[in-house]
């Protein structure tokens, strides 16, 4: 009928665990799912995130810092949903806090007053007035994660322009 998938011994599934890191940044919680995705026990799991974490394939500050910069940069999210993002993924506050210090403060200012301008002045059409394009430019801008109080700023000064 159907076989059963084969357990991996822990040296197998810690050969598959150092490519799987080499290639892209992990956060502990994605190296423990995949583990447990090998069908090994909660002891096997644990001794080889450490060993991991010891060969430096795992590094959770090194992970934090990528991901937030990568997220800045490519997509241009704001901090509050990177901040989001990687709490879900069970980041240390500690990791997370020095991941946002990595953003630098005018790359970002610059970035949501880009985001800002361009969402301004895709808001046309029939029956769109100031107060229109006030509301949908603030709502993008929150969605893509940036705080309130820096949001209402740049909106205050489009709506002088």
């Known amino acids: 009928m159907f076989q059963r998938k084969q357990q991996l011994t822990k040296e197998q599934a810690l050969q598959k665990l150092r490519h799987y890191c ?8 994605e190296v423990k799912e995949k583990l447990y995705s090998f ?6 799991v644990e001794e080889s995130i450490s ?3 010891e060969e430096d394939y795992l590094n959770e500050e090194r992970f934090a810092i990528q991901y937030a910069g990568g997220k800045f940069r490519m997509k241009q999210w704001g901090r509050v949903k990177i901040k989001h993002a990687l709490q879900q993924k ?10 946002m210090k990595e ?3 005018d790359d970002y200012e610059k970035t949501l007053h880009k985001l800002a301008e361009q ?3 895709s808001v046309t059409g029939e029956g769109v007035n100031l107060f229109v394009k006030m509301s949908k430019t603030s709502d993008y801008l929150l ?3 940036y705080e309130a109080e820096l949001v209402r700023g740049v909106i205050a000064g489009l709506k002088e322009n």
């Open 119 to 121: 969402k301004w002045n």
């Open 90 to 99: 069970q980041v240390s506050a500690y990791c997370v806090n020095k991941a």
């Open 22 to 29: 080499a290639y892209q940044e992990r956060c502990h919680m």
């Open 103 to 105: 953003i630098n403060d």
């Open 143 to 145: 969605q893509k994660g």
């Open 39 to 44: 069908g090994l026990r909660k002891q096997v």
């Open 51 to 53: 060993q991991l974490i």
